[in-house]
């Protein structure tokens, strides 16, 4: 098992994200053509306001909108600063797409053979909570959060190509032992988790905490 932060004597970060690691063999037929079968929930993910929920071609797809249909931004970013509210069905909304967002990635990287549902969490966890707009955050900090966060889209570009890497070596090695390797499986899920430390900081707002540069939780 990986490592807790109690562990490492490092504190937990809000946002909190983890990938069940498969105990079991895993789907020779589905894993050969993952981009194919995962189409249908492509198309669904697609059609919730252009949210592109996906990691293909090793990139990792978050499209912000500032209105209605995918993760919310600026209405969030205009109410904490001149009413300091963070609406709680927006912030449901947030998360509820989020997490469906990471079901189909972690499909996608094959770290998961069953099927994305729209609802369920199946082997996908991931939570944060709900903040208290006027008194835990910042009302001017979300204007500069986006670019606060630079270093880490520096970096997480680098550490998604070295994903797409992990994932097609886990690709043949799923297909000749059924199994996907635990270190590549760690690393790919510490890209994913470190991905959506840097999405709740500055792009959801839910935290004014800076998202620690590592893999481990």
Do not use: C
């Not at 909190?16 to 020779?28: A, D, G, T």
């Not at 492509?42 to 499209?63: K, P």
């Amino acid at each position: 098992m990986e490592s807790s932060s109690q562990t490492t004597g490092e504190p937990a970060y809000p946002v909190r994200f983890s990938v069940e690691y498969p105990q079991r063999q895993l789907n020779r037929l589905t894993t050969a053509f993952r981009l194919i079968v995962a189409i249908p929930i492509l198309i669904v993910a697609s059609s919730i306001g252009g949210h592109e929920g996906t990691y293909a071609a090793g990139e990792h797809g978050w499209r912000i909108a500032g209105g209605t249909g995918g993760l919310l931004f600026l209405a969030p970013l205009l109410m904490i600063l001149f009413r300091q509210k963070y609406p709680r069905w927006w912030f449901d909304w947030n998360l509820e797409l989020l997490r469906f967002s990471n079901r189909i990635g972690v499909y996608l990287a094959l770290m998961d053979d069953r099927y994305p549902s729209t609802d369920e969490r199946q082997a996908v966890a991931l939570d944060f909570p709900y903040p208290d707009a006027k008194h835990g955050l910042n009302r001017w900090l979300p204007l500069v959060k986006w670019l606060l966060a630079i270093p880490h889209y520096i970096l997480l570009a680098f550490l998604w190509i070295a994903a797409v890497v992990s994932v097609v070596i886990a690709w043949f090695a799923i297909l000749f032992t059924g199994r996907y390797p635990r270190g590549l499986f760690d690393f790919v899920l510490g890209v994913f988790r470190w991905t959506n430390r840097v999405v709740g900081y500055a792009f959801i707002l839910v935290t004014d905490e800076y998202p620690p540069f590592r893999l481990h939780p």
